[in-house]
Nanobody, 125 residues
Framework: QVQLVESGGGLVQPGDSLRLSCAAS????????MGWFRQAPRKEREFVAS????????YYADSVKGRFTISRDNAKNTVYLQMNSLKPEDTATYYC??????????????????WGQGTQVTVSS
C-alpha cells in the first residue's frame, strides 16, 4: 500500500486559485494512474480528474473542465491539481487515490485505492 498525503487546501474567495498536491511518501507512483476526487458535506464522493502514468491520458469531470488542470511530476512522486476560477460549489474535501483496477469507468471510485486523508477546500466570499 502507498501512503498518499494531500496538501494545498484552504479558504479562498470565488474566482481565486489553489494548487493541491498529492505526495506519495512510501512507494513510487510513477507507473500508476492517479485520480482526484472530492466530497462535499452531505453529498456523495465525486470524480474530479485522473492522469495516466505518463500523463498522456487525462480525464476531467464536466463540472471542472476548463478550470482545473491535473498534472504530475514523477521525479517528485507527486500529482497536482491546479484549480482556477474557483466557485462556491467547489467547496469539498479533496482526495487523491491510485487507480489499481480497471473494472469500472475511469470516474468510478471503486477502482481506486490507497486514499489519502484529504485536504479541505472552501470557496466563500
Amino acid at each position: 500500500q502507498v501512503q498518499l498525503v494531500e496538501s494545498g487546501g484552504g479558504l479562498v474567495q470565488p474566482g481565486d486559485s489553489l494548487r493541491l498536491s498529492c505526495a506519495a511518501s512510501s512507494r513510487t507512483i510513477n507507473s500508476l494512474t492517479m485520480g482526484w476526487f472530492r466530497q462535499a458535506p452531505r453529498k456523495e464522493r465525486e470524480f474530479v480528474a485522473s492522469i495516466s502514468s505518463s500523463g498522456g491520458i487525462i480525464y476531467y469531470a464536466d463540472s471542472v473542465k476548463g478550470r482545473f488542470t491535473i498534472s504530475r511530476d514523477n521525479a517528485k512522486n507527486t500529482v497536482y491539481l491546479q484549480m482556477n476560477s474557483l466557485k462556491p460549489e467547489d467547496t469539498a474535501t479533496y482526495y487523491c487515490a491510485i487507480r489499481r483496477y480497471y473494472r469500472q469507468n475511469y470516474s468510478d471510485g471503486r477502482d481506486y485505492t490507497d486514499w489519502g486523508q484529504g485536504t479541505q477546500v472552501t470557496v466563500s466570499s
